[in-house]
């Protein structure tokens, strides 16, 4: 039912709008939303290349499959996001094998990946959050599976860039 169809595309549009309007509260300084558009991406990473670990195909698979979802969300005729943030997740899929595979040890990865994960939250709350709003991060609040996948595509979100 092309009905059907329609009022699910609805939801999930309204479901993303409503993530980066609450996103948006919590990053209003434009030093701000350029440091998580960098951090956010690393922070992901390093989950994509721990998850290697696991298995060497999952990587790719997660990517896909937030991308997929990015695009569900910002379809191409909307917004160019939602593809350029796909491509993104994939690149990210293919750099973290690489990095996997350069390392050559899985303590030498998790170890890496740790300190990459640990780096960016320090940068994202300790510099962003901290010193440059004044306020703590939005997930503080509220934490969902939706808000972790979305982080990088909301970090990414030209209109916020060009609100902040």
Not at 112 to 117: D, M
């Amino acid at each position: 039912d092309f009905g059907k169809i329609i009022r699910m595309r609805r939801r999930l549009k309204d479901a993303y709008t409503s993530e980066r309007d609450f996103y948006r509260r919590y990053h209003r300084h434009g030093l701000n939303v350029a440091l998580h558009a960098v951090a956010v991406p690393c922070e992901w990473a390093s989950f994509l290349v721990v998850s290697y670990l696991v298995a060497s195909w999952l990587p790719l698979v997660l990517a896909a499959v937030a991308g997929a979802y990015y695009v569900l969300l910002l379809p191409p005729w909307e917004s160019r996001l939602g593809v350029v943030a796909a491509a993104a997740q994939l690149a990210m899929a293919c750099g973290v094998r690489a990095w996997a595979e350069a390392l050559q040890s899985a303590c030498l990865v998790f170890g890496s990946a740790g300190l990459v994960y640990v780096g960016s939250w320090v940068v994202q709350v300790g510099v962003g959050h901290a010193l440059v709003e004044g306020n703590k991060p939005g997930m503080v609040e509220q934490l969902t599976v939706n808000s972790v996948v979305l982080s990088p595509l909301l970090a990414w979100d030209v209109e916020l860039f060009c609100s902040s």
